[in-house]
């Protein structure tokens, strides 16, 4: 017989770096989860992808056991990686603080695929770019390429 769901927690903690201080602690504690058991296993799984934001979601049961899914870090994130940016800009429609070519995004859309809600390369690349875009980030090349 399936457990009863008590809720669902979704947090971006930074791999290898869950404690048990906020905002990881006063999340879990309010659902009744065991914070240090979650810390434990999430920095066990994480362990390679240490620094990067990851998303997690954290499916809490009625015993007050627990399950967890990590995510791809965010768009955003890669973006900023890829392009070496501390931040977007503050007026992205108007101040412009970097350009990522349609390689890159290419790179980061298949990487994040499994987490967006489309089904081919080419829209995933669209939605990253998109992100891009709102982050005042130019997209070098116009439109996206198309697939072959």
């Known amino acids: 017989m399936a457990k009863e769901v008590a ?6 903690i930074k791999g290898g770096a869950a404690n048990p201080a906020p905002p990881v ?7 009744g989860v065991n914070i240090m058991e979650f810390c434990k296993q999430f ?3 994480t362990q390679d992808k240490a620094g990067k934001v990851l998303p997690c979601v954290i499916t809490v049961y009625s015993d007050k ?12 994130v890669q973006i900023k990686e890829s392009i070496k940016l501390k931040s ?3 007026t992205p429609n108007k101040l412009k603080v970097g ?10 859309a298949e990487d994040k695929l499994p987490d967006l809600n489309c ?4 829209s995933a690349m669209s939605m990253v770019a998109g992100t891009a875009r709102s982050m005042g980030v ?7 390429p198309k697939a072959k």
């Open 7 to 12: 809720g669902l927690i979704k947090l971006q």
């Open 25 to 31: 602690g006063p999340a879990l504690g309010a659902k």
């Open 43 to 45: 920095n066990a799984r």
């Open 65 to 76: 056991s627990f399950d967890f899914v990590i995510k791809t870090p965010p768009a955003a």
């Open 88 to 90: 977007g800009s503050p």
């Open 99 to 108: 350009t990522i070519s349609w390689d890159q995004i290419r790179t980061i």
């Open 119 to 122: 089904f081919t390369v080419d």
């Open 138 to 144: 130019n997209v070098k090349g116009g439109e996206a």
